[in-house]
């Protein structure tokens, strides 16, 4: 998975978000193609499109409900 050192708040919907980063090409690993991340919230377990990252550090992710539990992470 290629995260790009930003803060913010990032997109992983499809592999549109992460391919051709920087101008690289992503390795054929047809197991990354899709982002499979789930929300962090206590009890939650949905699919979590909504990345949440400093630099250097690990992102957390959450789903659309619980999207704004992220902004700690920011
Ligand atoms: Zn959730």
Redesign the pocket.
Known sequence: MIVKQVCGIFLAMSDEATRLAEGMIAAPRPAARIENHL???AG???R?PFGFARPRQTPHW??????A?GDRYL
Not at 62 to 67: E, P, S
């Open positions: 929300c962090e919230h939650c377990g949905m979590a959450f789903c659309l409900a619980h999207r539990a």
